[in-house]
């Protein structure tokens, strides 16, 4: 019905030429309409994608250059958000929500996955990718991306939170790099005293996302544990995590940590170290390029290593990272999965590690001779990686971050004991998995 009237004109237009007593109109006419057809059958496939505003020059400059070039008939759309990731997430859960996501391709940190899946808004995929083929990535960037024991995310670059350590200072002084808790502040007082640094150990200790990627360390050094994620049992009063919250406390009363340290936040820490006021500090491995920077006063004078831990238990360090999944809802999962090889692959992610310090997810990049050569900490980082501890793979993990920063803020700022800030914080949590449940 949309097509009679232009075409009675031009019909009218051609009859009037002679057109129609040879027939022409028809061939025309199949003419117009396989044209039509083929062109649009070579439309390219456009995969949107969301993604943090200053995260975009490298995939805009060549990653999905590269990926386009390789692909003609798949285009890419990436959506500039904003920076804080909790923003990020609740852009992908209100599009989720509200029906049918924009996004065929979600980049979601590490903590994102199970929440999405267990919404039902992502694609499983498994039959994707063989066994083999993802022990060529970290073990624990792959079992980041799982719930329920299905794969939801395939990494794409990793992040571990690791502790520096003035390796000038402590080889100076004749101390080896701490391994335990006391030795981390027995090392620090000593050279307090000597006044070679003005504080021992900083850490991230204001309200917020870091604050339990800090202290997941430490509990997991303590030997203890947050929620666990076979049984959901929570082990946030059991002793471990009070002396966990002791070891952190101890550093401010006994002067190795500043008072100000429970404000504090990746940058304001990784400026103290950096000035060379501080021996210790733990933080992520962007820090290592910032701090080897010309200008940088301690430029080649740290070490890194995994996290210190209680004598008798093993070091951990909080696994981050962003990963590639598809939209249960997309309408180009084939094409989206080819997006997903490439930006994952070991091409991509040597290019995108050479170009913004990332820590890849692919175990062989870590001793990629050209890698290695601008990043020499690369061998040692891996060793932190395969150390690294998983914050709960719970779909409800938001809620119960918020729980945990509530009353570990409230303990180590002196507002509540650790015994009932912890008592409540167990019990609110074990009330929010059971809701869950129901």
Same mark, same amino acid.
């Given at each position: 019905?949309?097509?009679?009237?232009?075409?009675?004109?031009?019909?009218?237009?051609?009859?009037?030429?002679?057109?129609?007593?040879?027939?022409?109109?028809?061939?025309?006419?199949?003419?117009?309409?396989?044209?039509?057809?083929?062109?649009?059958?070579?439309?390219?496939?456009?995969?949107?994608?969301?993604?943090?505003?200053?995260?975009?020059?490298?995939?805009?400059?060549?990653?999905?250059?590269?990926?386009?070039?390789?692909?003609?008939?798949?285009?890419?759309?990436?959506?500039?958000?904003?920076?804080?990731?909790?923003?990020?997430?609740?852009?992908?859960?209100?599009?989720?929500?509200?029906?049918?996501?924009?996004?065929?391709?979600?980049?979601?940190?590490?903590?994102?996955?199970?929440?999405?899946?267990?919404?039902?808004?992502?694609?499983?995929?498994?039959?994707?990718?063989?066994?083999?083929?993802?022990?060529?990535?970290?073990?624990?960037?792959?079992?980041?991306?799982?719930?329920?024991?299905?794969?939801?995310?395939?990494?794409?670059?990793?992040?571990?939170?690791?502790?520096?350590?003035?390796?000038?200072?402590?080889?100076?002084?004749?101390?080896?790099?701490?391994?335990?808790? !006391? $030795?981390?502040? /027995?090392?620090? +007082?000593?050279? %307090?005293?000597?006044?070679?640094?003005? *504080?021992? &150990? @900083? #850490?991230?200790?204001?309200?917020?996302?870091?604050?339990?990627?800090?202290?997941?360390?430490?509990?997991?050094?303590?030997?203890?544990?947050?929620?666990?994620?076979?049984?959901?049992?929570?082990?946030?009063?059991?002793?471990?995590?009070?002396?966990?919250?002791?070891?952190?406390?101890?550093?401010?009363?006994?002067?190795?940590?500043?008072?100000?340290?429970?404000?504090?936040?990746? !940058? $304001?820490?990784? /400026?103290?170290? +950096?000035?060379? %006021?501080?021996?210790?500090?733990?933080? *992520?491995? &962007? @820090? #290592?390029?910032?701090?080897?920077?010309?200008?940088?006063?301690?430029?080649?004078?740290?070490?890194?290593?995994?996290?210190?831990?209680?004598?008798?238990?093993?070091?951990?360090?909080?696994?981050?990272?962003?990963?590639?999944?598809?939209?249960?809802?997309?309408?180009?999962?084939?094409?989206?999965?080819?997006?997903?090889?490439?930006?994952?692959?070991?091409?991509?992610?040597?290019?995108?590690?050479?170009?913004?310090?990332?820590?890849?997810?692919?175990?062989?990049?870590?001793?990629?001779?050209?890698? @290695?050569?601008?990043?020499?900490?690369?061998?040692?980082?891996?060793?932190?990686?395969?150390?690294?501890?998983?914050?709960?793979?719970?779909?409800?993990?938001?809620?119960?971050?918020?729980?945990?920063?509530?009353?570990?803020?409230?303990?180590?700022?002196?507002?509540?004991?650790?015994?009932?800030?912890?008592?409540?914080?167990?019990?609110?949590?074990?009330?929010?998995?059971?809701?869950?449940?129901?």
């Amino acid at each position: 019905m949309l097509y009679r009237k232009p075409l009675n004109k031009l019909r009218n237009f051609l009859q009037k030429q002679g057109f129609l007593r040879t027939g022409v109109f028809f061939t025309l006419l199949f003419s117009i309409i396989l044209y039509s057809w083929v062109a649009f059958s070579q439309q390219p496939v456009v995969l949107t994608m969301l993604l943090a505003a200053p995260d975009s020059p490298p995939w805009k400059q060549f990653l999905i250059k590269n990926f386009e070039a390789k692909h003609p008939g798949i285009r890419i759309n990436l959506v500039e958000g904003p920076n804080a990731t909790n923003l990020l997430e609740d852009l992908y859960t209100s599009a989720f929500i509200l029906g049918e996501s924009p996004y065929d391709l979600i980049y979601m940190d590490t903590i994102w996955a199970p929440k999405f899946a267990a919404g039902n808004w992502l694609l499983p995929l498994d039959d994707r990718i063989s066994k083999n083929e993802l022990k060529a990535f970290s073990a624990k960037d792959v079992e980041a991306g799982r719930y329920q024991d299905k794969l939801y995310r395939i990494p794409m670059r990793s992040d571990v939170g690791m502790l520096y350590y003035r390796e000038d200072l402590l080889k100076e002084a004749g101390f080896k790099p701490p391994e335990t808790f !006391e $030795d981390l502040m /027995r090392i620090s +007082q000593a050279l %307090q005293k000597k006044d070679k640094v003005k *504080w021992g &150990y @900083v #850490w991230q200790g204001r309200q917020y996302e870091g604050l339990v990627a800090m202290f997941v360390e430490v509990l997991e050094g303590s030997g203890g544990f947050w929620i666990n994620s076979d049984t959901g049992e929570v082990g946030l009063d059991r002793p471990q995590t009070l002396k966990a919250i002791e070891f952190l406390r101890s550093t401010v009363r006994e002067g190795v940590s500043p008072p100000g340290v429970t404000t504090y936040i990746e !940058e $304001d820490t990784r /400026r103290m170290f +950096q000035s060379g %006021q501080v021996a210790f500090l733990r933080s *992520w491995p &962007y @820090v #290592w390029t910032l701090a080897n920077q010309e200008s940088s006063p301690i430029r080649g004078k740290f070490g890194i290593k995994t996290m210190v831990h209680a004598p008798g238990s093993t070091g951990g360090a909080c696994l981050g990272g962003w990963g590639v999944g598809i939209a249960k809802s997309s309408r180009h999962k084939e094409e989206a999965w080819k997006a997903i090889l490439y930006f994952t692959s070991e091409e991509a992610q040597r290019q995108f590690t050479l170009s913004e310090s990332y820590v890849p997810s692919r175990r062989a990049l870590f001793t990629d001779p050209e890698i @290695v050569a601008k990043f020499p900490h690369f061998p040692q980082l891996l060793k932190v990686v395969d150390n690294a501890v998983l914050r709960p793979p719970v779909a409800q993990y938001a809620q119960a971050s918020d729980i945990l920063q509530r009353y570990l803020s409230a303990t180590l700022s002196g507002r509540m004991t650790p015994e009932r800030a912890m008592q409540a914080a167990a019990s609110e949590t074990r009330q929010l998995l059971r809701i869950g449940k129901s």
